[in-house]
């Protein structure tokens, strides 16, 4: 992914003022909220934010930035499948979308060694397959969609979820690298 993506709403700078770091536990309710103001993700409760703060702190990342999070991506490592990062969620700020930040937080977590992404996506989240879409692209790997998740496994109205598995992973190589 490549920088150059503005640091304040409405301007031009080409400066990126994010830090990518590991969740804190204080964090938690800043990732509910985000999560909750976003209006798509399947919510959590504010007790799992920071729980996942606390246990899978090393397989996450928020974007900070003047004491603020601007963004996160929860993920964990599959027991079953070592060097795999599983994607639990993916959220930005509504000031700060539209400026590559989830692009460049998932970056961020794959630069840690894992060989293999994966994430669930519903078919109707856009955002989501644009996202995993361009980073396999930009990564120069393959991206498998397969069904996972029938949408009869969950209560009420749930859609079926895709598994997107991207890999194996190269070094890092943005399409400007090509």
């Keep these: ?22 969740p804190r536990l204080e964090d938690g309710r800043q990732l509910w909220r985000i999560a909750r103001d976003s209006k798509t993700l399947d919510l959590n409760s504010p007790y799992s934010y920071v729980l996942w703060c606390r246990d899978f702190a090393a397989t996450s990342v928020v974007a ?21 990062l599983f994607v639990w969620q993916v959220a930005v700020d509504a000031e700060w979308r539209g400026r590559a930040l989830a692009g460049r937080m998932l970056g961020h977590l794959a630069d840690r060694g894992h060989r293999f992404v994966e994430a669930t996506v519903t078919p109707d989240n856009v955002a989501s397959d644009r996202l995993f879409t361009a980073f396999a692209r930009d990564r120069g790997a393959e991206l498998r969609r397969t069904p996972l998740l029938a949408g009869e496994l969950f209560p009420g109205d749930h859609q079926s979820e895709v598994l997107y598995r991207i890999g194996p992973l190269n070094a890092h190589v943005t399409s400007g690298d090509r």
């Design 1 to 22: 992914m490549s920088s150059g993506h503005p640091s304040t709403p409405g301007t031009s700078s080409t400066t990126v003022d994010e830090v990518f770091e590991p």
């Design 64 to 84: 900070r930035a003047g004491g603020e999070i601007r963004g996160f991506v929860t993920g964990f490592e599959r027991p079953e499948d070592p060097g795999t």
